[in-house]
């Protein structure tokens, strides 16, 4: 059946047009003064002292991975209960995912179990073995670092996680592909990583149609991936001249432009999907559905999409399945990364590796969200999850 409810749709209105239209009517299409502008948009927002932007969320993180100095071999904490691109990135350059579990509560990385793959891991031994990978580990492998997620618009345990990586002395890499505009304990998401890396796919909280930004106050890191996105061109080389391998990601002026002014309306499209969770929230209070939860450590939630929970027992793809016949689109969320083919194949990952994850993974249910939906869009779904039962 067709959708009755879209999945997520983007939030776009005159001004976008105009901004966009207006570049449409110069000769300059990249690398002009709407790219400085969004980046401008995100020091203030983040408070950080530079900011980045590229083509992609993924393009941001792999960028961030080259800056971090990561090396074939090392290993890298990080949570196997994301969208697939933050672990990607790290085998992109070959460093290994150590992948631990997640809270229950949140979805987000533990951040107990980093401290004690953390200290294991560097212990070595017997002990190190049981955090890593069956297969796929190089003797004598070192930890350099922590990827860390925020999962559905709310920020990972940061303070504890930062904590961990100061002790260690690991390079700290925060995923707020799915968190702009959230708040840790009143500050911004992104900001607790060495760097942070936001995205602006269509379903996310800003859209560029695609696109990415990096946040950090390190200022050779901010350079070194300035450099990258950009063919590898360090300051002072001419368009020909490439100091390092590099890429092109660099985002046009079109999308920056789109963006800037998403940017300008971030509390507005924030505020508009804080009333939609509101919504859903009142009506799941009356159904047997785990509506998400808010941590005590989470100042603000930005949602990202809005995830349900089956109960244990239940079959989730029954309850799809209702609902699709009833046109409500919906999605798993998330399959592990760990179980992904290639990654099975590679590091011999098997069910049981990861149980609080896995668990989230087979329950999970994201439900059309975005911040144009209406409260009658709303009522739609909950009244199908009600007919499902
Ligand atoms: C959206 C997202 C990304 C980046 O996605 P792109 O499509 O490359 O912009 C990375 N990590 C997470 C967790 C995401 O949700």
Redesign the pocket.
Known sequence: MKPVVPMSSPDITEAERQAVLSVLNTPNLSMGSWTDRFEAAFCERTGSKHAISVN??????HLCVRAAGWSPGDLVITTSF??V??TNVLLFENVIPVFVDVEERSGNIDPGLVEQAAADITRGGAAARRWLPRQGVPEGAKLRGLLA?D?FGQPADLAALRQTADRYGLGFIE?S??ALGAEYRGKSAGTFGDCG?F???PN?QITTG???MIVTDDERAASFMRALRNQGRAPGDTWLQHTYLGYNYRIDEMSAALGTIQMSRLDELIAKRQRVADWYAQRLAKLPFEAPNVAAYTSKVSW?VYVIRVPKGMQRARVAAALAERGIPVRPYFLPIHLQPYMVERFGYRQGDLPVTEDLGERGLALPFSSVMTEEQVETVCRALAETL
């Open positions: 992609s969320g993924t393009a941001g993180l994301s969208f691109a933050s997620v999962v995923d592909c799915e890396v995205a602006f796919y996310k695609e696109g990415g990202f």
